[in-house]
């Protein structure tokens, strides 16, 4: 999982929109680095949707907060992209 940025939490915060986490299992299978085609057809990709995380609008200049509701979502996103999950 890529490090996420602030960006999405301040657009969500200033529109009023929730954030859908998604987790997506199996794509290092289809795509492993390195190689310029997917290997389509032999393996299977699970896709996983969290709830929607609804952000606070009046704190949208804390600071603290958009990070604490990215790091959330960072930790929500990793639960979803295990098997287990």
Do not use: C, W
């Amino acid at each position: 999982l890529q490090e996420l940025k602030l960006g999405a939490i301040k657009i969500a915060m200033k529109t009023e929109v929730p954030i859908l986490p998604v987790g997506i299992i199996g794509t290092h299978k289809i795509y492993p680095r390195g190689i310029k085609f997917p290997i389509l057809f032999k393996h299977k990709i699970i896709i996983k949707y969290g709830a929607p995380q609804y952000l606070n609008k009046l704190k949208s200049r804390d600071k603290i907060y958009q990070k604490e509701e990215l790091n959330l979502l960072s930790k929500k996103i990793k639960e979803l992209s295990t098997i287990n999950a």
